[in-house]
């Protein structure tokens, strides 16, 4: 059962993958999502570099976070971090990757955040 849940998460995450490409100009914002935590990456894949990286573990929103009363909301607050982190880096246009997750709660709120941001989408 677990084998078969892995594999078609992979095939979902492929399909995904191989429609989203980010460049120099316009990067692609990937989420991870965990059980408690949520992981935003804005990623440059002509050289394979991490331009912007922001998690609900991070200390740079550890006071905002607290103010969250779930978890919907600590995904946004992540994203409007993670976004203004991608402004400040000159870029406004990303290509969003929500992997294998659907867009839906806590993926949606991260995204919106980031638009909240500035970025477009």
């Known amino acids: 059962m677990q ?4 594999k078609n998460r ?8 191989s429609q ?3 460049t120099a100009t316009r990067p692609r ?10 992981y935003l990456q804005a990623i440059d894949d002509t050289t394979g570099k991490t331009i912007a990286a922001g998690s609900s573990l991070s200390k740079e929103v550890a006071d905002a976070l607290k103010e969250a009363k779930n ?10 971090f993670v976004g203004k982190k991608v402004m400040e880096a000159g870029i406004k246009e990303v290509v969003f990757d929500r992997g294998w997750y659907r ?7 991260a995204a919106d955040g980031a638009r909240k941001a500035g970025l477009k989408f």
């Open 10 to 17: 992979k095939r979902a995450q492929k399909r995904v993958r």
């Open 29 to 38: 914002l990937s989420v991870y999502r965990s059980l408690n935590n949520i």
């Open 71 to 80: 978890k919907v909301a600590r995904a946004e607050i992540v994203g409007e």
């Open 103 to 109: 867009y839906h709660g806590r993926v949606k709120a």
């Open 3 to 6: 084998k078969r849940i892995f």
């Open 20 to 22: 989203v490409q980010g």
